[in-house]
């Protein structure tokens, strides 16, 4: 950082100072050292308003002043920055580990400025934000997959998806011909990828983590996951605690004469337990709030369409 040149040079004129590197930057900026320091970039320095151009080729930097004034007679320096890279861990001492022995790992990741660190096991946080995580006495509970994390205020570590979890809207009521929103979501740097699956069945691959049904019928009903992945790594999510799947039948399927009894069935695995309400086409109260709905002695004004809403209890 100390200066290697001095120019001497004419009031009126310009002058090109250079900088040249051989290190990969996020981003750079020309400043005017000052005590105490000072780190404004004199592109945006009103006091150069105008005059200044920077031109940075690869692997090197150009800062021009021009119409050069008394007062610009100064110490100019370059200033770069750079985001952390792709953490690597290293473990001291280098191979197996045994019981009761100490094991320190140990994240390395090139950043300008310094990077925080955030240490992980499987998917949980742990308590170190250091640059080492030390384990005094190994246990065999400390057995898992150990990774982190590294960011500066320029940009957090590349990442492999992690904390998948997917959400429905509406959460409380699924009834047929309406318009639900499945909805993926996970913690990735860089940003992940989706697929949808239902039961073993490949869905979509697509960048938005959303899957809609515009128009929902009974033969939808089933166990629906999403995959997130990018280049370093994917993650499934798990079943939420409040999944709800109904399949509904008809217990006299086909022509029903009247005076007999037909049962409507409703098929339904629920966590937690559900609430059912069943309507006729074009009446507003429900007909039965039963999981199965039975009509004694069919008239031919029982005929019509039928529908069922599903309602998940609040714990």
């Known amino acids: 950082h100390k200066p290697v040149m001095s120019i001497c040079t004419f009031k009126g004129s310009s002058v ?7 290190e990969r930057i996020s981003s750079s900026f020309w400043y005017r050292f000052e005590v105490p320091p000072h780190h404004r970039d004199l592109t945006a320095d009103p006091q150069y308003g105008g005059r200044v151009e920077v031109f940075s080729p690869i692997g090197s930097s150009t800062l021009r002043i021009k119409d050069l004034k008394k007062n610009d007679s100064a110490n100019y320096r370059f200033k770069i920055t750079n985001a952390p890279t792709v953490p690597l861990v290293t473990m001291s001492p280098p191979g ?32 170190s934000e250091e640059s080492q995580l030390f384990i005094k006495s190994l246990q065999a509970s ?16 590349p990442d492999a998806p992690k904390s998948c979890s997917v959400s429905v809207s509406p959460s409380a009521v699924v009834a047929e011909n309406t318009t639900v929103t499945l909805s993926c979501s996970s913690d990735a740097n ?9 039961e ?11 899957y809609r049904f515009t128009s929902i019928r009974s033969e939808d009903g089933g166990i629906y996951h999403c995959r997130s992945e990018n280049q370093y790594g994917e993650i499934n999510s798990t079943e939420p605690p409040d999944t709800l799947r109904a399949h509904l039948s008809v217990s006299s399927p086909g022509e029903v004469e009247e005076d007999t009894t037909v049962t409507l069935r409703c098929s339904s695995d629920a966590n937690p337990a559900a609430n059912y309400s069943w309507y006729k086409e074009g009446e507003n109260s429900p007909k039965s709030s039963e999981q199965n ?5 069919v008239r031919a004004e029982d005929s019509g369409h039928y529908s069922l809403n599903v309602f998940r209890q609040q714990m």
């Open 96 to 127: 197996g580990a045994v019981q009761n022995s100490s094991v320190n790992l140990t994240c390395h990741s090139d950043a300008n400025p310094e990077a925080k660190y955030a240490w992980f096991r499987a998917n949980q946080m742990l308590v």
């Open 293 to 297: 709905f039975t009509i004694t002695h």
């Open 142 to 157: 400390d057995c898992g997959e150990y990774y982190c994390t590294a960011e500066n205020h320029l940009l957090s570590s």
């Open 16 to 22: 090109d100072i250079s900088c040249h590197y051989d």
């Open 190 to 198: 860089p940003a992940a990828n989706y697929s949808w699956y239902k």
């Open 200 to 210: 073993n069945q490949t869905l979509t691959h697509q960048q938005e983590g959303v």
